[in-house]
């Protein structure tokens, strides 16, 4: 969690889970993630390097990011996302399962709005 940032109470932070710099998250922010901002906070992607750091495997990274693209770019709502990415028997793996778990155990709902890409550019620039 970055300078800054602030989670609204019997909200989750799932684990390996970057928050930006004054960030407000009113949703649970996702496992292996980045999110940042704070009207409303955005989902950016997989914390690629905070795995890396980590020393996650690189194809468990891969499996994470090809998650985040069902959940994040496709036009599918979520309960459809989480049940393609079930169907999708390559990308399973234990890293995946928790992703799942804790998007269908959220009380408060996941931070799931893509980020726009002008923010994605400023974030590259870091």
Do not use: W
Request: charged fraction near 25%.
């Amino acid at each position: 969690m970055s300078a800054g940032s602030g989670v609204h109470q019997f909200c989750r932070v799932g684990q390996h889970a970057f928050i930006g710099g004054y960030s407000v998250i009113t949703k649970d922010a996702l496992p292996y993630a980045k999110t940042v901002g704070s009207r409303p906070a955005r989902t950016y992607g997989v914390n690629t390097i905070g795995l890396t750091r980590r020393r996650f495997p690189p194809d468990v990274i891969s499996k994470l990011k090809r998650t985040f693209r069902y959940l994040l770019q496709s036009k599918l709502n979520t309960t459809s996302a989480l049940h393609e990415i079930e169907r999708d028997r390559s990308l399973i793996c234990a890293e995946v399962e928790d992703l799942l778990q804790f998007i269908r155990t959220s009380q408060r709902g996941v931070v799931l709005r893509r980020g726009s890409r002008r923010a994605e550019e400023v974030m590259a620039d870091d």
